[in-house]
T-cell receptor
Framework: DAEITQSPRHKITETGRQVTLACHQT?????MFWYRQDLGHGLRLIHY???????NKGEVSDGYSVSRSNTEDLPLTLESAASSQTSVYFC?????????????FGPGTRLTVL | RKEVEQDPGPFNVPEGATVAFNCTYS??????FFWYRQDCRKEPKLLMS?????NEDGRFTAQLNRASQYISLLIRDSKLSDSATYLC???????????WGAGTKLIIKP
């Protein structure tokens, strides 16, 4: 069965360190998204990609970067981790359809920055 | 004003009761609407899309009111397993991005 996976599931790191969160999907979807979820907020879009070599900034992109070298993977990098980036991070993917654009989510990565 | 607003709850409802909650959106150009369900510490999953004419899926009914810019979710004969956070989601149609509400927490009590 097609799925979307994230690793690690939990990560504790220190302020200033570079951290990369992995996202891998086997849906063969062109569209991939990274969100963060914090108490009192909806999912907030960090970066997204509509295909290989395409990346775009979302609502809260400062301090984050992504790269898309193949269809399956969209790794998220925190260049210099800050305590404000402590959050739950979700990766999602969707089909190329403006009508049917259900997003399928990975299980999430819980990141703590000390 | 947030683009998508929901009452955070929690709604505490006895098992078997009917519960409804609304979600308002600010962009009148919004074209697609969805309800997602999120269990504690899990990923969101699509519950149902919301169509202009309203739609029903078993015990769940979704309605769209474009004039007042809100969507609603009605749950009949609630089950303990309905306890979750319900996320209202809107797409303006200009791209594949979704705008997410913060969610309404529902607790079904025996």
């Amino acid at each position: 069965d097609a799925e979307i996976t994230q690793s690690p599931r939990h990560k504790i790191t220190e302020t200033g360190r570079q951290v990369t969160l992995a996202c891998h999907q086997t849906w063969n979807h062109n569209n991939m998204f990274w969100y963060r979820q914090d108490l009192g907020h909806g999912l907030r879009l960090i970066h997204y990609s509509y295909g290989v070599q395409d990346t775009n900034k979302g609502e809260v992109s400062d301090g984050y970067s992504v790269s898309r070298s193949n269809t399956e993977d969209l790794p998220l990098t925190l260049e210099s981790a800050a305590s404000s980036q402590t959050s739950v991070y979700f990766c999602a993917s969707s089909e190329d359809s403006r009508v049917y654009n259900e997003q399928f989510f990975g299980p999430g990565t819980r990141l703590t920055v000390l | 004003r947030k683009e998508v607003e929901q009452d955070p709850g929690p709604f505490n409802v006895p098992e078997g009761a009917t519960v409804a909650f609304n979600c308002t959106y600010s962009n009148s150009a919004s074209q697609s609407f969805f309800w997602y369900r999120q269990d504690c510490r899990k990923e969101p999953k699509l519950l149902m899309s919301v169509y202009s004419s309203g739609n029903e899926d078993g015990r769940f009914t979704a309605q769209l009111n474009r004039a007042s810019q809100y969507i609603s979710l009605l749950i009949r004969d609630s089950k303990l397993s309905d306890s979750a956070t319900y996320l209202c989601v809107v797409n303006t149609g200009s791209n594949y991005q979704l705008i997410w509400g913060a969610g309404t927490k529902l607790i079904i009590k025996p």
